[in-house]
């Protein structure tokens, strides 16, 4: 099995309404917006959609709801890790029912002090042996607090239906590492911290998969379309604004992410508890960080629009 993975992948956020409950209407409104731009797809029930945060029967909803809004055509990458291998199958499999083309599985994390590199190894296997769809390991050492050797990496991207990895570390040399261990073999890589983007598609990433493209699509398209161009200083410097406007917004939590979708036009509201929405200051900062990244425009309404091109000349 296979996927095209060669893109910008959104990671989407989970709404919820002001009862707590899962917004659907809302993901509905914010997938529409995001289906007019150029983005290769979505990963969703990740870090970003709160997935540790919501039911089973929340999570399949959320499946479906996706799938029945985006068209055909682009991608649906679902989270469906769990704490045992048994509940991951079973995940991996409702989600392929739903209409999901890859599952991505993070690395399991609970039992640090028990589990070894060779039995996080096992249940990857395992998950892939028996999933109908293509899986990819997922790596977020910051939130998971466990993190694979780039020899297991490459020992696993063997398996025919392991097909990739989610990197999203931050860390280029891991990155770089890994690829000197896979040797060039036909296996996917996407990177989720935008501060490195172009680093990682020159060491060979195949894309991306960004929180904050739910925010910016069309600043992360550019910084990928200008390195596939070869325009290197471009890329470098979109990247730049890219990364400043994470640290401020995604980077900060998915709370800071929501509020800063309510600022251009599309639905955040709250986190589910108890992650944190951002105060009145840290508010202010994103607005400024919206201002400065220069790739909105304040609308008369007040709220900001991301800009179609990005054309203009950046200062060093």
């Known amino acids: 099995m296979s996927l095209n993975l060669n893109g910008i992948i959104v990671a989407v956020p989970t709404p919820f309404n002001s009862d707590g409950e899962v917004a659907h209407d809302k993901l509905v409104h914010n997938l529409e917006q995001w289906n007019r731009t150029d983005l290769l797809g979505y990963l969703i029930l990740g870090s970003t959609g709160e997935f540790p945060h919501l039911s089973e029967a929340e999570k399949l909803a959320v499946v479906e709801t996706v799938r029945g809004?985006?068209?055909p055509e682009k991608v649906l990458l679902v989270?469906?890790?769990e704490?045992?291998?048994?509940q991951t199958l079973e995940s991996t499999r409702l989600a392929a029912e739903r209409g999901a083309d890859g599952a991505v599985v993070v690395t399991p994390f609970y039992y640090k002090k028990v589990l070894e590199e060779e039995h996080r190894a096992e249940h990857y296997r395992?998950?892939?042996?028996?999933?109908?769809?293509?899986?990819?390991?997922?790596?977020?050492?910051?939130?998971?607090?466990?993190?694979?050797?780039p020899e297991t990496i490459a020992a696993l991207?063997?398996?025919?239906n392991i097909i990739g990895l989610k990197e999203s570390s931050g860390d280029l040399q891991a990155l770089k590492d890994t690829f000197r261990?896979?040797?060039g073999r036909g296996f996917d890589v996407l990177v989720g911290a935008p501060a490195i983007f172009h680093e990682a598609l020159e060491a060979g990433a195949a894309g991306a998969v960004?929180?904050?493209?739910?925010?910016?699509?069309?600043?992360?398209?550019?910084?990928?379309?200008a390195w596939r161009r070869g325009e290197t200083e471009r890329a470098a410097r979109l990247q730049d604004r890219l990364a400043a406007l994470a640290r401020k917004t995604t980077a900060a939590g998915v709370g800071h992410l929501k509020a800063a979708l309510d600022m251009v036009g599309l639905y955040g509201y709250l986190p589910r508890?108890?992650?944190p929405a951002p105060t009145a200051g840290e508010r202010a900062e994103i607005e400024q960080a919206l201002a400065e990244s220069g790739f909105f425009t304040r609308a008369g309404d007040g709220q900001w629009l991301e800009n179609e091109y990005f054309d203009f000349e950046y200062a060093d």
């Open 69 to 71: 809004a985006i068209p």
């Open 273 to 275: 508890s108890p992650l």
């Open 210 to 225: 960004f929180a904050v493209a739910a925010l910016a699509p069309r600043a992360c398209l550019a910084v990928e379309q």
């Open 79 to 81: 989270g469906t890790g």
């Open 83 to 86: 704490l045992s291998t048994r």
């Open 157 to 160: 991207a063997e398996h025919p």
């Open 181 to 183: 261990h896979l040797g």
């Open 126 to 149: 395992r998950v892939a042996d028996r999933a109908q769809i293509p899986v990819l390991i997922y790596l977020i050492p910051q939130f998971a607090g466990v993190y694979l050797l």
